[in-house]
């Protein structure tokens, strides 16, 4: 069975610093995986997925994730933080044929000024 | 371009009664998935509709049912509530089948049951 565990429920870093969510999955074949955000009071919005083509994936508002099979994860990751990227951001899996995505707990990020 | 509806935004429901969610995709959408956000349990897939069919159904008891139309809009009925039902209902809509396009979500309905 396909399963996602993000390190770490709450991220805390400083505007303009690095910003690095863990994501490691669990899939019987090779995966489709993604990350969404979710800001208060909306829905999730798709930032970036791996479809098996590029290992390196970028998305939108500067992220991008590295798909590593060896270490099974797909850490998300934005070169400078911005107060406006704080939020839920949830690590998801999909294997052809399974029911729907399955999402990992959430990461809640926290922007310090 | 609009994005996914879900009407209405807040319900609040007693025990034992039965409810129903509506849900409207993005024009040209075929596709539409149901999931469950609690604080407890996360996002949980509830079931996936694709041309009226249903393709995949979640871990949910039976109270939890849908159905798609033509237009490929999509309900979901909640029958009996429970106090655990309680939750964010989402709905999420992609041009084919399944989660590889990539879901567009609505901002979801809030449901509490009391």
């Known amino acids: 069975a396909q399963s996602v565990t993000q390190l770490g429920s709450h991220v805390s870093v400083s505007e303009g610093a690095l910003v690095l969510l863990r994501c490691n999955y669990s899939s019987s074949v090779p995966p489709y995986l993604f990350w969404y955000v979710q800001y208060p009071n909306q829905g999730l919005q798709l930032l970036l997925k791996?479809?098996?083509?590029?290992?390196l994936v970028k998305g939108i508002n500067g992220f991008e994730a590295e798909f590593k099979k060896s270490e099974t994860s797909f850490h998300l990751t934005k070169p400078s933080a911005h107060m406006s990227d704080a939020a839920e951001y949830f690590c998801?899996?999909?294997?052809?044929?399974?029911?729907?995505?399955?999402f990992g707990k959430g990461t809640h990020l926290i922007i310090q000024p | 371009k609009a994005g996914v509806t879900q009407t209405p935004r807040y319900l609040i429901k007693t025990r034992g009664q039965q409810v129903t969610l509506s849900c409207s995709p993005i024009?040209?959408?075929?596709?539409v998935s149901w999931y469950q956000q609690t604080p407890g349990q996360g996002l949980q897939f509830l079931f996936e509709y694709f041309s009226e069919t249903q393709r995949n159904k979640g871990n949910f008891p039976g109270r939890f049912s849908g159905r798609q139309f033509s237009n490929s809009r999509s309900e979901m009925n909640v029958s009996t509530l429970e106090l655990g039902d309680s939750a964010l209902y989402l709905c999420a809509s992609s041009l084919g089948q399944g989660a590889f396009d990539g879901y567009t979500f609505g901002s979801g309905t809030r449901l509490t049951v009391v």
């Open positions: 024009s040209g959408h075929r596709s």
């Open positions: 998801a899996v999909s294997e052809l044929g399974a029911d729907g995505l399955t």
């Open positions: 791996y479809t098996s083509a590029a290992t």
